[in-house]
């Protein structure tokens, strides 16, 4: 199964050619848990997602300061590599389970984003 997520992002990496879109950094055994890329306007972005057909995830939409239980202590702090990445993040399937056609589909909408 891991080596199903590796092969799909790697397809990824070299496959989705969009300007907008911008790739972590994963470590070189990264096995893909979640596939994480990074775009400026995630709202347009997910529901273009939403609208072909392609889940997604919110991971960590929020920073522990944004986050209601810590509100009171750290609310008026700012962290903003962590509020960029929270406004940015989208994760896209990675699925060891997806077959070629729908990774080649998922890039191809990427793509004309």
Known sequence: L?????RISKRYFTEIKNP???????SPNSVF???VIRLNKRTLFT????KNKIEFGLH?????????YFKKNYGNLKFKNAENLAAECVSLPIDPMLKSREVDYIIK???RF
């Open 109 to 111: 909408i990427l793509n």
């Open 60 to 68: 960590y939409p929020h920073t522990i300061n944004q986050m209601k």
């Open 47 to 50: 529901k273009y997602l939403t």
């Open 20 to 26: 907008k879109i911008k790739f972590l950094d994963y």
């Open 2 to 6: 891991n080596k199903n997520r590796v």
């Open 33 to 35: 848990h979640q596939f």
